[in-house]
């Protein structure tokens, strides 16, 4: 890929990425609200279940938590290992020498210590994550020159992108989504259609 292409990808891909970051955000602000109100709605519809179907479901559910899934931000940490390490490693440390508690021991301002701890404590969870993403807007703030885009780099953000994309799918296809999309008079048949959809999960 020629080097001006590389570079119009590098800013096209960014640009995508902090946008479906934001939707992402923002789903999952949604999806909290959304299955703090189907909690409510399933204490309510299960306290006037028989006993015995009761305890059935308590077993079933108790089963299925004991099983975990990998999710996509699981996937995403796979694929961060793909980014040039070199140049993670590069930046990093660059942003390390501008951050490091140490540099600013005798600077007076709390403010300013505390905001270069953070940036530095921030820095080398994304540089052991592998964010790419993440570190590079930190060198930004810092007014660190980032190096020159590599096709690699390319290829992480596309994969970020894609990872995010997939949460996003995810979210929308969680009971507690769908449960709230109901009408009203809806809501409570979907919630026993649920409770028989538990009880003949294979676990």
Known sequence: MPKASVRTAYKKFLLKHEYIQLELDEHEQELAMRKERFA?????????????????????NFQINQVSTPTPDEAAATNAEDATRSDLKNLYKR????????????????????????????????????????????????????????????????????????????????TAWKWYDCPDDQKEPYMVSYFHAVLEHPS
């Open 40 to 60: 409510t709605a399933y204490n309510e519809v299960y306290q006037g279940l028989p006993e015995d179907f009761r305890a059935a479901l308590d077993a079933k």
């Open 95 to 174: 942003i390390a020498r501008e951050t490091h508690p140490d540099k600013y021991e005798c600077v007076e301002d709390k403010e300013i210590k505390e905001e270069k701890a953070k940036l530095f404590q921030q820095a080398k969870e994304f540089y052991e994550e592998g964010n790419w993403v993440e570190l590079q807007r930190i060198a930004k703030r810092l007014e660190i020159k980032i190096p020159k885009p590599t096709p690699n780099q390319v290829r992480y953000i596309k994969d970020s992108i894609q990872s995010m994309q997939g949460r996003i799918k995810e979210i929308v296809e969680t």
